[in-house]
Each structure stands twice: as structure tokens, then as C-alpha cells.
T-cell receptor
Framework: AQSVSQHNHHVILSEAASLELGCNYS??????LFWYVQYPGQHLQLLLK??????LVKGIKGFEAEFIKSKFSFNLRKPSVQWSDTAEYFC?????????????FGTGTQLKVEL | DGGITQSPKYLFRKEGQNVTLSCEQN?????MYWYRQDPGQGLRLIYY???????QKGDIAEGYSVSREKKESFPLTVTSAQKNPTAFYLC????????????????FGQGTRLTVV
């Protein structure tokens, strides 16, 4: 069955520190990969996405993610975090299932950035 | 404006009652999804539908039911059999993934917070 693992459940960083959040998925076929963000009290927003082509994708607010097919991974990175990046981050995989597509999310990583 | 509308925003239910959450989209998307969000558990898939009159169970379908009689509507019923229904429910839609159209991105509604009292 298709699944998504996010290994870091809670991350606390100081401002200007670098960020890397892990995401691994289990599915052998073609996938679309996403990172979504949910700021406190707000709704889910798309941060970035990978469909095909360059495995290094750039998203909003300085975030980027690298798709490594051999490792089934899609880790999220940001060189220097800001206090406003405090949020919950979700990795998601869209893969073929039942003749269409099934979108599966990881359990999320709660990021807290301290001043 | 195009988008996904979930109603109501807040819903209170007495134990033993069924309740239906509404989800409507005007994006002309084929695929629609229902997720449940609980603290520390992420978004868990309840049901999804690729096309009208067809739907599949997700990872936590027990105690829930859906229908897909129209392309734009995918209501979710939380039945009395659902042992822990208090949660935040999110509806999403995306273009159907096919051989010709491989890349799909999901769009989310604003959610319904259900509380059992």
C-alpha cells in the first residue's frame, strides 16, 4: 500500500538556522510529490511540487526540495529559517491507484522557530 | 470564484446521531477526497472518488459513508458507528490522473470542525 513517512515530528530551530525535513514514500511507480504548509490558525497551502524534470524544485518563501528516486525521498530544505516559518509541514504523494490517483499525506512535522 | 466550498465551518453533533458534511467544487475536477486531521496524526484519507458514481475507501473509512451522484459534490456522512468523530475534516479535489494527464495538484477546502457533545 502507498505510504508516506515523515521522520521528524517536532523540530525546534533558532532563526537563521538551516532546515531539512525528511520525507520518504513507498510506491514503485510514477509519483507526483508535494509539500504543504499549515500556518497556525490557517488552512493548508501548497509550498512546492514535483511532477517531472529537474529533481530540485523551488517553492515559495525560499523553500526547496530534492527528489531522489533511488531513495524514494523528497526532503524539504531552507538555508535560513525565519520566525514566520513556524508551522506544520506535510509531505504528500499522488500516485496511480484504482485507475486514477490517490493522494496520501505524511503525519506532518511541527516546526517551531525561536527568535 | 473557482474553488472548493465546505459547509458548515463548525458542526456540533450529539452522540448517536449521523451528520453530513458538505463539499462542493466548481473546478470541474474529476477526483475528490475526504481527509481527517487530528493533532500529531497528519491528514488521513477517509474516502476518495475518481469519477461520478464511483468511490473507494481510504485508510480510515470505518464509520463513514460518501456518495458521488454529481461531479461537483462529494458529501461525507459521519455515522454513529464512528467511535471518535471529533476532528477537523478537509475536502480536496484534483483533476483526474490519466495516461494523457499525469500531473495533478489537489486543492483544499477550508475545512469543517466537527465536535461531538
Amino acid at each position: 500500500a502507498q505510504s508516506v513517512s515523515q521522520h521528524n515530528h517536532h523540530v525546534i530551530l533558532s532563526e537563521a538556522a538551516s532546515l531539512e525535513l525528511g520525507c520518504n514514500y513507498s510506491y514503485g511507480g510514477t509519483v507526483n510529490l508535494f509539500w504543504y504548509v499549515q500556518y497556525p490558525g490557517q488552512h493548508l497551502q501548497l509550498l512546492l511540487k514535483y511532477f517531472s524534470g529537474d529533481p530540485l524544485v523551488k517553492g515559495i518563501k525560499g523553500f526547496e526540495a530534492e527528489f531522489i528516486k533511488s531513495k524514494f525521498s523528497f526532503n524539504l530544505r531552507k538555508p535560513s529559517v525565519q520566525w514566520s516559518d513556524t508551522a506544520e509541514y506535510f509531505c504528500a504523494v499522488n500516485a496511480r491507484a484504482g485507475g486514477g490517483n490517490k493522494l496520501t499525506f505524511g503525519t506532518g512535522t511541527q516546526l517551531k522557530v525561536e527568535l | 470564484d473557482g474553488g472548493i466550498t465546505q459547509s458548515p465551518k463548525y458542526l456540533f453533533r450529539k452522540e448517536g446521531q449521523n451528520v453530513t458534511l458538505s463539499c462542493e467544487q466548481n473546478l470541474n475536477h474529476d477526483a475528490m477526497y475526504w481527509y481527517r486531521q487530528d493533532p500529531g496524526q497528519g491528514l488521513r484519507l477517509i474516502y476518495y472518488s475518481q469519477i461520478v458514481n464511483d468511490f473507494q475507501k481510504g485508510d480510515i473509512a470505518e464509520g463513514y459513508s460518501v456518495s458521488r451522484e454529481k461531479k461537483e459534490s462529494f458529501p461525507l456522512t459521519v455515522t454513529s458507528a464512528q467511535k471518535n468523530p471529533t476532528a477537523f475534516y478537509l475536502c480536496a479535489s484534483s483533476p483526474r490522473r490519466t495516461v494523457l494527464y499525469m500531473n495533478t495538484e489537489a486543492f483544499f477546502g477550508q475545512g469543517t470542525r466537527l465536535t461531538v457533545v
